[in-house]
């Protein structure tokens, strides 16, 4: 979670038309740009070099530029996305990866989002989600093989967009996460926190240098993580959450 860098995207005005599981009402373009303008503040305020791209309008979700890659300070891999208007995605971030990485690797088979993969020191987690199949989660540890990083293959709960929609790193010991996924006893070698029920969403949240960013409709959970001792930032999200995304999907960090 000590990252200097990161690479985003600004929203295309098509922003409105993103992907969603369940119609919950679309987000307006003014909103989403709003709270993307604050998460750069807050990547800016924690002490990160960010590049920011360009909008695709061809792209609605383009803005969530963590599905289409994947990033190291050792080297990226370009992702190839579970979700069919999502694939090309590729195409338009795989030329900044090549500029700002020495080492950049191409997964060869399978479909994999960004979305399902958790850094830890430790090991890279995947989980397998409607996005992310066997094929490429098994291509993905490959590539990670060779960039010297241990993975491993993990399960997302049923329904749950990505694997990190519901947990996310707070330091090398601790990961927040729900209770349905927790259940899976996938953290047994983490502390665990527990998201307060009714609040799942707040659990794609995003440590970065000494600050946690956490969505700002999430009180308990807010509460829960400054009690703890983070150091939290509240941002909004209530417009991306519309469209299924979180704090993390908004970035790729190394
Ligand atoms: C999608 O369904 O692909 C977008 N509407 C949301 C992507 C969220 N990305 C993420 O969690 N990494």
Redesign the pocket.
Known sequence: YHFNSIIAREPARSVVD????QYRGSPSYAGVKAEHDAYLAAMRAAGVEATVLPALEAFP?SI?V??PALVFTEGAVVLR?G?AT?VRETEEIAPTLRDLFDTVLDLPTGYA???DVLTTQESVMIGLSA?TDRAGAEALQACLDELGRKSKIVETPEGV??F??DCSLLDEETVLSTNRLARSGVFQNFRQMLIPEGEEAAA?ALRVNEVVMVGADFPRTIEMLDKAGYKVVALKTTEIGK????L??MSLRW
């Open positions: 993103g992907l969603r599981a979700d969530f963590e599905d996305p979700a999502r989002d960004g979305g996005r967009l990505h990190k929609t794609n469209i299924d995304a979180g993390s999907c």
